[in-house]
Nanobody, 121 residues
Framework: QVQLVESGGGLVQPGGSLRLSCAAS????????VAWYRQPSGKERVLIAA???????NYADAVKGRSTISRDNGKNTVNLQMNSLNTEDTAVYYC???????????????WGQGTQVTVSS
């Protein structure tokens, strides 16, 4: 009964920017680590950014310095701001979150269905 929905993807020119959002809904008590992954067509899904419940962040080298992951715990949302986009950023971007459900112990991991980012002139 937990759903993650990504939004903000689309077509952007090289050098442009996008802000991706991941919204969690359902019977949520708390959310631990949230991560963004991406999967270019024909390639493996890879981790690009993550943020813990206390705000610690990690970035893959491919996006470090031009991306910022942030979270709004009150709204159960996580954002990924990406700047200076290039064609190698073209991929389906997925949100992954560790969620503790209300009235239930422990955490479960959930995936969103993904949002397409296409960088092209």
């Amino acid at each position: 009964q937990v759903q993650l929905v990504e939004s903000g993807g689309g077509l952007v020119q090289p050098g442009g920017s996008l802000r991706l959002s991941c919204a969690a809904s359902g019977s949520i008590f708390s959310i631990n680590t949230v991560a963004w992954y991406r999967q270019p067509s024909g390639k493996e899904r890879v981790l690009i950014a993550a943020i813990t419940n206390d705000g610690r962040t990690n970035y893959a080298d491919a996006v470090k310095g031009r991306s910022t992951i942030s979270r709004d715990n009150g709204k159960n949302t996580v954002n990924l701001q990406m700047n200076s986009l290039n064609t190698e950023d073209t991929a389906v971007y997925y949100c992954n979150a560790e969620v503790r459900r209300t009235m239930l112990p422990g955490f479960r991991t959930y995936w969103g269905q993904g949002t397409q980012v296409t960088v092209s002139s």
